[in-house]
């Protein structure tokens, strides 16, 4: 596995993680949770390691703190721990498109539209 600091610089490619996220600036920890396939606990844990970098909201007025994670932190944070390229990704991803049917090729197509 290449550290990100090993790999070149447009190796990795920010949009290929942004993707697979809300396309607001700030997320809940839910909506982490799922774009990422962990639990929110696993959030709250990162939050309190200071791997994800998030806004705590309501933290001084005595009601309950709701966390809001900019979206530029999970994106680092897949980044840094990726351990595979997005071309092997986008390569794999060829491979099973071209074994469907040309309907089933069609339909995607489509859906990427």
């Known amino acids: 596995m290449m550290s990100v600091t ?3 610089e447009d190796a990795l490619s920010s949009d290929h993680f942004a993707a697979a996220l809300p396309r ?11 774009a990422i396939g962990m639990s929110p606990s ?20 005595g009601a309950k703190a709701r966390w809001r ?6 994106i680092l944070y897949l980044l840094e721990r ?9 390569e794999r991803a060829v ?3 071209r074994g469907r ?4 090729v069609e339909a995607i197509r489509e859906a990427l539209k």
Do not use: C
């Open 69 to 74: 994670i900019h979206r530029d932190s999970v």
């Open 95 to 97: 491979k099973l498109i």
């Open 101 to 104: 049917s040309n309907s089933e």
């Open 24 to 34: 607001k600036q700030f997320l809940r920890v839910d909506e982490v949770a799922d």
């Open 6 to 8: 090993e790999r070149s």
């Open 82 to 90: 990726a351990d595979y390229e997005p071309s092997d990704f986008i």
């Open 42 to 61: 696993f959030i709250f844990k990162l939050l309190d390691a200071g791997v994800l970098h998030g806004v705590r909201h309501n933290a001084a007025t």
